[in-house]
């Protein structure tokens, strides 16, 4: 089976990712931006879900 040459990073990266995703998705619902807050919000959502399968699948570099 060949492995993934997709870019990966360890997971404390992924966890600021995530954070500042959220971060911004609050700022933008705070600012009455609710089509950015809401792209932010599920990009946050789906890249924190993506992040811990490959933590659970035990491919982190950390």
Do not use: N
Request: proline share 2%; net charge positive; hydrophobic share 60%.
């Amino acid at each position: 089976m060949r492995e993934s040459k997709a870019l990966t990073f360890p997971i404390w990266v992924e966890a600021i990712i995530v954070i500042v995703l959220g971060v911004m998705a609050v700022v933008e619902f705070r600012h009455d931006q609710f089509i950015w807050s809401g792209i932010f919000g599920l990009a946050a959502v789906l890249y924190a879900v993506s992040a811990f399968a490959r933590l659970k699948k035990g491919s982190d570099h950390a």
